[in-house]
């Protein structure tokens, strides 16, 4: 023998049950709430003013700031990389090379193909740092020196 159950048509009798019992407490329910919340259960219940603009308000989203000459200085970063970046908005303009570290020396390494970045920097920028490619830091040619040579080759203050 196979029993056959289907669902009914409309809520369970026991959901319409608790749903009379809630309806029929209403009243103690929002009392208790309003006490455990401190009131703030009825409060978040009422519809909220909206606020109301007074005279001209003009919004404008998603422009750019204002775009300023670019101040451009050398930097050799804590990793090793040399930058060219912008001194008022601290963004990178370039990256120029690397400060690698070759059989326990420091030397500069041009951004050309030549050396293997994927990016290289522009012909001219190359053009005019080709000699410092190669350069050894040492404890008298420092990172900041190098970085106002690449400054000068570049007219960069």
């Known amino acids: 023998m196979v029993e056959i159950i289907s669902k009914r048509d409309g809520p369970r009798r026991e959901d319409v049950q608790v749903k009379r019992l809630i309806e029929q407490n209403r009243s103690t329910i929002v009392r208790l709430a309003d006490q455990i919340s401190g009131g703030g259960y009825s409060a978040s219940r009422q519809p909220r003013q909206q606020p109301k603009a007074e005279g001209l308000i003009i919004h404008v989203g998603g422009s750019a700031a204002t775009a300023s000459e ?82 000068a080759k570049l007219g960069i203050d």
Request: proline fraction near 2%; hydrophobic fraction near 35%.
């Open 70 to 151: 670019a101040s451009p200085s050398i930097r050799v970063t804590m990793n090793g990389r040399v930058i060219s970046k912008d001194q008022n908005t601290g963004r990178q303009l370039h990256h120029i090379g690397d400060v690698r570290n070759r059989n326990g020396d420091q030397i500069f390494v041009l951004a050309t193909k030549q050396n293997g970045f994927f990016s290289p920097v522009d012909e001219t920028i190359a053009e005019a740092l080709v000699e410092l490619d190669g350069s050894r830091l040492t404890a008298t040619y420092t990172e900041e020196q190098l970085a106002a040579d690449i400054g």
